[in-house]
């Protein structure tokens, strides 16, 4: 969702490949020349709410998608009855190419991976200081999901009025993680955006951020006050899903008010399911350590006994704060978060 400004019209239309690969261009397939952009805000029970201009228009999967996925943050092409009125349905005849894909399975176990939501570039992790209380071991699993997807990760710690976040930041300090600490009064009745809903704020402008965290963590108070049209834009979703009023059962994409930029709500978390995590996609986001690899034996999980990063950081390259919590981050796709 960064290529703003990108005319989808401009896109090539998809060739079939094969046989006769020197047609001229005027033969291409018209593929749905009528269809228009739409960008997913939300997919209920196969229906696919989609902003289409700034219509809200629902859609099934158009039958050729096959078994492809659609999910909220999707570019998506569709046809059909646009009006956005009520009871009419459009097609969703194409996904466009994702620039991300955030992923999860259910648990460790489960070794189906979901696309959870795609074209976002930062995951906003929030956890609660205390009530509940802060899960490292989550909070790592999001941190390795974030990496292995390419999303930069931003760490939003609340509830401070209840305890202090320095433990939790001393963890995280040699990831160099950002981080926002924010607190109750920031949420106060009508008052303006406080110092650290602002900052948030600033750290969200132009880009698509997807919000998670277990329940209970204040995220549905956070996300209100950063997009006071929320309750709204959910009234029209709910409008057109038929859906009740606060059940949060599927991602919610909310434009940010006087700023570009999304916000990409999901629904409270109990576990994030690492199945499908590649350790090489992981080490990307240690640019200091990655070199290191070079000499470790092939399909290193480099936290074995002959990974070379012991040897690289004892040679003086890189922080050994860093390889621990390189090693942290890879040994939590092996535990489950409650241990
Ligand atoms: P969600 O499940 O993550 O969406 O959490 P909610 O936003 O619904 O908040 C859960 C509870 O925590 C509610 O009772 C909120 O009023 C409360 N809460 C939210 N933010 C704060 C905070 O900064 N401090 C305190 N003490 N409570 C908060
Ligand atoms: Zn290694």
Redo the contacts with the bound molecule.
């Keep these: 969702m960064r290529r703003y400004g990108k005319n989808p019209d401009e896109d090539d239309i998809p060739v079939r490949p094969g046989r006769r690969g020197s047609r001229p261009r005027t033969q291409r397939r018209p593929a749905h020349e009528d269809a228009r952009e739409g960008l997913v805000l939300t997919v209920d029970r196969g229906r696919v709410t989609c902003l289409v201009e700034d219509r809200t228009v629902t859609a099934m999967k158009a039958r050729e998608l096959g078994r492809k996925s659609v999910v909220v943050g999707d570019r998506v092409a569709v046809v059909g009855d646009l009006s956005g009125r009520k009871d009419t349905l459009a097609r969703v005849v194409r996904v466009e190419e994702r620039t991300s894909t955030l992923r999860r399975t259910a648990d460790d176990d489960d070794p189906f991976e979901r696309v959870v939501v795609a074209n976002a570039d930062q995951l906003a992790i ?1 956890t ?1 200081l205390a ?1 509940p209380e802060p899960r490292p071991r989550l909070i790592d699993r999001c941190l390795v999901a974030a990496y292995d997807a390419g999303l930069e990760p931003l760490l939003i710690l ?5 305890a202090s976040p320095a433990p939790l930041l001393d963890t995280y300090a040699p990831l160099g993680v950002r981080h926002v600490v ?3 009064e ?2 106060d009745e009508g008052g303006d955006a406080t110092a650290a809903v602002a900052e948030v704020r600033e750290l969200l402008e132009g880009r698509t951020t997807a919000f998670v ?10 996300v209100n006050a950063l997009v006071p049209e929320r309750q709204r834009a959910t009234g029209v979703v709910n409008a057109v899903t038929g859906r009740g009023r606060h059940t949060t059962v599927s991602a919610l994409a909310l434009p940010l008010p006087d700023m570009p930029g999304w916000v990409i709500d999901t629904p ?1 978390v109990r576990s994030f399911g690492l199945h499908h995590i590649d350790p090489s996609r992981v080490i990307h986001a240690f640019p200091d350590l990655e070199p290191g690899t070079a000499e470790c034996p092939r399909a290193c999980s480099h936290d074995e006994p002959d990974c070379a990063l012991d040897a690289w950081v004892a040679a003086g390259h890189a922080d050994p704060a860093r390889l621990f919590s390189l090693r942290r981050l890879l040994a939590t796709r092996e535990r489950h978060e409650g241990d």
């Design positions: 929030v609660a009530d609340t509830k401070a009025d209840l924010t607190s109750a920031e949420f965290g277990h329940s209970g963590v204040g995220k549905t108070t956070l409270g």
